[in-house]
């Protein structure tokens, strides 16, 4: 069978402008700075529009620039390393768990997480929400299950919901003996909700990381939590 040459094919336009839009960020702009309009940029650099925008697309997917909304288009701060080893072998909100509890419901969890927890698919469980905040900016958004029959659970009158019925869940979850944890990491796209409290646009990449916690040889607890891709360096120890 013969062999075919390819042609080389040229650079999208697209790549190398963002080459050049790249180096102006790292010499004429500062972090948080807001960036000129896209009309304003097109002329400068002598592109259509459309093309200007594939290459602030391509930069803000990797962490460059930030949209935000009310403001534009800002250049990011180095992206944060975020530790998610499971080196600490250690409950949720145990010393030194930098995560903020929100919320607390009594829900369905996803099939996916049902499944893992042993649970048939309509039954209800603990469903705590906890956000972790660095420098006064969100940047992800947790979602921690746990099953009814985990441990015996009695709700105080003053914590029938909210962020200190997420505090007894959490304390009672670390009575428990933990036998271990696994953690697995994927890229996602932001869900409505989760794109709301991290102030990101819905469908943005995220990074997903679901967490099984095992106690008594069952699954005890499942913890999925989005990180924002465009600010988190996710870390896995040393």
Request: aromatic share 6%.
């Amino acid at each position: 069978m013969g062999t075919t040459q390819l042609e080389a094919v040229p650079e999208p336009k697209y790549r190398h402008l963002k080459a050049v839009i790249g180096e102006a960020l790292d010499s004429e702009f500062a972090v948080g700075e807001v960036l000129p309009n896209e009309r304003e940029l097109a002329a400068r650099f002598g592109v259509a529009r459309a093309t200007l925008r594939q290459a602030l697309e391509q930069l803000t997917l990797e962490g460059r620039l930030q949209r935000r909304r009310g403001v534009g288009t800002t250049v990011a701060p180095p992206r944060m390393g975020v530790d998610v080893s499971t080196s600490s072998q250690d409950w949720p909100g145990g010393p030194g768990d930098a995560w903020e509890p929100v919320g607390c419901l009594f829900s369905q969890p996803p099939a996916a997480v049902a499944m893992a927890l042993a649970t048939d698919s309509d039954d209800e469980v603990h469903t705590v929400r906890r956000m972790l905040v660095r420098h006064g900016q969100p940047v992800a958004a947790e979602l921690l299950y746990v099953p009814g029959d985990s441990f015996e659970f009695v709700c105080t009158a003053d914590a029938s919901s909210g962020a200190a019925r997420a505090g007894e869940v959490l304390r009672a979850l670390r009575q428990l003996p933990l036998d271990g944890q696994d953690r697995a990491v994927e890229l996602g796209s932001a869900r409505a909700d989760d794109a709301k409290e991290l102030d990101r646009l819905p469908g943005a990449p995220v990074l997903v990381v679901t967490t099984r916690y095992v106690s008594a040889d069952r699954t005890a607890a499942v913890s999925v939590a989005t990180y924002r891709a465009d600010t988190c360096r996710l870390t896995f120890g040393d």
